[in-house]
């Protein structure tokens, strides 16, 4: 584990020199790791072959790749699997909403594109294909949760043949794997992975893997690799306080209260429900028109408002495992992998490299807020302290709040808050999940905190930490924790760090 953190921290140093600019979502190609391989993939969509659309097409057959329920009176719902028409003629790939009919009930409404994917019966067009690199292939996989002999195919780094990832993860005792095989064609147009066995095509192939007797790879073939729904981006970012209905509160904040809610008695939400007198309707409905842009898969996405009167209502996609901080330390969270937190902080680190492109500030990055979904993927959430800012830094107002042992020191003595402040936070928040949600700074109250960080002094590691921890995450988290902001390391750099650190070490050309 040291060894490819300390590879790592090497060539964050070189990158810190070089002052270089890596991606704010980097992939990584199936050539061995390096900055130089790094590619820009920002607002990367998701995992799904859009249908193609042609301005010469007519009629297209899509297929459904999630359930819908509808949004609006307009909306045409359906099930996985259903199969719908569209007017290629009409549309292009840039429409996040298209005009469909339901081919088996003729109804026909506005359905979501990156819900549906062209119905061609191609291997592209099934649940197991990815167009992945190895490196995104193995992110996907390793998520916590996934069980022994998930899978997917994807196009190999060459792009002539196809290669089969698969999650290995048999033993509670051991960090889970991602073996990776190579998929060859014959002349003669069939598939194998050993020369010994061929198929006719990928679909054959995969159901031969699946069974017990499938020789040759490291467990048998179980189900494909979950696709996590996208988050639903409202036609209307104001909507109807009838249409929203309250189900059940999740708990409560300075700012208000959070929900469990169903939009139009079909999507689950979640509402927050902000105090009365917290802001003006101009400076909400202002605020949530910017925040309603910031989309990526790696942030909560803001998906309506309520701002006609108060109290006003924030209503975002609801992540039904809850903030991180409990996950950490539910029974569930504590049997994470060493490389699975990686992961984690691999995630967050991406989120916040998107802010950081926006010049988007959050000062309150901890693990409560960040907010745990399907799969266990995690989403940065609770941007309601954060600005957008036109310049480097924001000066707070002398009254502002926020948790001191989470604060960069000059943003707890001077309120001046910037992205590199964030990067402070970072480093806190890596404690937190190293140690499984453990609280920073133990014992000690938030003054002495600030008098031990101002002697030059830092905190130190648990004594009988639950996992070993390489010295080498510790020294990045010092990295973040530099007393002047300039030398800590961007976002982007964090995220490409994290990122590599999971590449596999065996054959990188697949």
Not at 118 to 135: C, F
Not at 395 to 402: P, S
Not at 478 to 487: A, T
């Amino acid at each position: 584990m040291g060894n490819k953190l300390t590879a790592g921290l090497n060539r964050l140093k070189q990158v810190n020199k070089r002052n270089r600019n890596f991606s704010n979502t980097s992939a990584i190609n199936d050539e061995p790791s390096s900055p130089g391989n790094s590619k820009s993939t920002q607002n990367r969509p998701l995992p799904v072959i859009p249908p193609s659309i042609s301005s010469t097409s007519s009629k297209i057959k899509v297929r459904a790749l999630y359930d819908f329920g509808g949004v609006s009176n307009d909306d045409l719902s359906f099930k996985k699997g259903d199969l719908l028409e569209v007017d290629g003629s009409a549309l292009t790939d840039e429409d996040d909403w298209w005009l469909a009919t339901h081919l088996k009930s003729k109804n026909t409404g506005y359905i979501p594109s990156n819900y549906v994917i062209k119905d061609d019966q191609t291997p592209q067009s099934q649940d197991w294909w990815y167009d992945y690199e190895r490196h995104d292939a193995e992110k996907k996989l390793l998520l916590p949760g996934h069980k022994n002999g998930t899978f997917l195919i994807r196009p190999a780094t060459d792009k002539a043949t196809y290669v089969l990832s698969v999650l290995h993860a048999s033993s509670s005792k051991e960090d889970p794997t991602v073996k990776h095989y190579r998929i060859k064609s014959m002349d003669n147009g069939e598939f194998y992975i050993s020369p010994n066995r061929q198929f006719e095509d990928l679909f054959h192939l995969v159901e031969h893997y699946k069974t017990k007797n499938a020789t040759g790879l490291c467990c048998p073939l179980t189900i494909p690799c979950p696709r996590i729904p996208p988050a639903l981006i409202f036609r209307d970012l104001e909507v109807s306080r009838d249409a929203v209905n309250l189900v059940s509160k999740l708990g409560a904040g300075c700012f208000g209260e959070v929900w469990k809610g169903k939009f139009r008695k079909v999507v689950d939400v979640a509402v927050k429900k902000l105090k009365p007198n917290t802001m003006s309707s101009e400076a909400f409905l202002q605020e949530a028109k910017f925040m309603h842009t910031l989309t990526h898969e790696r942030i909560v996405q803001l998906m309506a408002v309520v701002s006609e009167d108060e109290p006003f209502f924030i209503i975002t996609e609801l992540m039904i495992h809850g903030a991180l901080l409990d996950f950490l330390r539910s029974d569930t969270g504590k049997k994470l992998k060493f490389t699975q937190l990686i992961t984690v902080n691999s995630q967050i680190a991406e989120g916040m490299s998107y802010l950081e492109s926006k010049q988007y500030i959050h000062r309150d990055l901890r693990a409560a807020n960040i907010l745990v979904g399907d799969h266990y993927s995690v989403k940065i959430a609770d941007l309601g302290l954060a600005r957008m800012v036109d310049e480097q830094v924001y000066n707070a107002n002398q009254d502002t709040k926020f948790p001191i042992k989470w604060t960069a020191p000059e943003a707890a003595i001077e309120r001046r808050f910037s992205i590199k402040s964030d990067v402070w936070s970072f480093g806190v928040l890596m404690y937190e999940i190293i140690t499984f949600g453990k609280v920073p700074y133990p014992g000690m109250q938030g003054h002495e905190v600030l008098r031990m960080i101002e002697r030059g002094e830092r905190m130190t590691m648990p004594a009988n930490p639950p996992m070993p921890i390489p010295k080498q995450y510790y020294e990045l988290m010092l990295k973040c924790w530099n007393q002047n902001p300039d030398d800590r390391p961007t976002f982007e750099s964090l995220h490409f760090l994290f990122d590599s650190y999971t590449t596999s070490t065996e054959d990188q050309y697949l």
